[in-house]
């Protein structure tokens, strides 16, 4: 059974840094894709970034140039590097892997940026 666990949020002021990571467990196939959404109180999940498994990725507009996606495959880790962060950007950051056996989700990390 695949899991994904995520960590890494907290609480920071606008113009500060944080990194996620994500950490998947059980069986992964070649050729998936992951990716971060995220989710603001009142509104709909979107997606923020995903990497493919030969490291193609792709960014929404709002995080374009200050956000960046990777991954460790050797240790089956997603990551998301966050930097300038606005406080637009606060919401529920969750993890997501897209396989031919399935899509998986983690239960998230709660990221807070205050002005």
């Known amino acids: 059974q695949v899991q994904l666990v995520e960590s890494g949020g907290g609480s920071v002021q606008a113009g500060g840094s944080l990194r996620l990571s994500c950490a998947v467990s059980?069986?992964?196939?070649?050729?998936?894709?992951m990716h971060w959404y995220r989710q603001a109180p009142g509104k709909q999940r979107e997606m923020v970034a995903h990497?493919?498994?030969?490291?193609?990725?792709y960014y929404a507009d709002s995080v374009k140039g200050r956000f960046t996606i990777s991954r460790d495959n050797a240790k089956n880790t997603l990551y998301l590097e966050m930097n300038s962060l606005k406080p637009e950007d606060t919401g529920r950051y969750f993890c997501?892997?897209?396989?031919?056996?399935?899509?998986?989700w983690g239960q998230g990390t709660q990221v807070t940026v205050s002005s």
């Open positions: 059980g069986i992964i196939y070649s050729g998936n894709v």
């Open positions: 997501h892997l897209s396989q031919r056996m399935g899509d998986y």
């Open positions: 990497i493919t498994s030969n490291g193609g990725t």
